[in-house]
């Protein structure tokens, strides 16, 4: 049975999502030579993504439920949805989500070229 293109995607998604949540588990935990692995598929998926569909396919994923997946999305996105991925980058920078939080906030600076603010408290 050949996949539809509609039916690629949602499987690419899916693979995508499992990827960067297993990524960021492993980032957590110190295996690094998991998360050299995992980075390497993550960014060859998302490049096949961009070349087949075009990365606004994604957008949906902004809203998942896992701000790992979030922050990578709106990352990839911000020359896209600028205004939605810097509305979502700076509520995930506030929540203080180890990590992630950090990624959020990080992500934002470079964007807009601004300085990395800590929080000291």
């Not at 993504?49 to 922050?71: A, R, W, Y």
């Not at 709106?74 to 020359?79: D, E, F, S, T, V």
């Not at 959020?104 to 600076?109: D, P, Q, T, V």
Request: overall charge negative; glycine content about 2%; hydrophobic content about 40%.
């Amino acid at each position: 049975m050949k996949l539809m293109k509609h039916d690629k995607i949602d499987l690419a998604k899916k693979e995508l999502v499992q990827l960067i949540i297993k990524n960021q588990e492993a980032s957590k935990d110190g295996n690094y030579k998991l998360v050299n692995s995992t980075s390497e598929r993550i960014w060859k998926l998302r490049d096949n993504i961009e070349k087949e569909f075009g990365l606004e396919v994604l957008k949906d994923l902004l809203e998942h439920d896992n701000p790992d997946v979030q922050v990578s999305v709106a990352h990839w996105l911000l020359p896209i949805y600028e205004e939605v991925c810097i509305m979502l980058l700076r509520s995930i920078g506030k929540k203080k989500i180890p990590h992630t939080s950090f990624d959020a906030r990080l992500i934002l600076s470079e964007w807009l070229d601004e300085p990395l603010e800590f929080d000291h408290k």
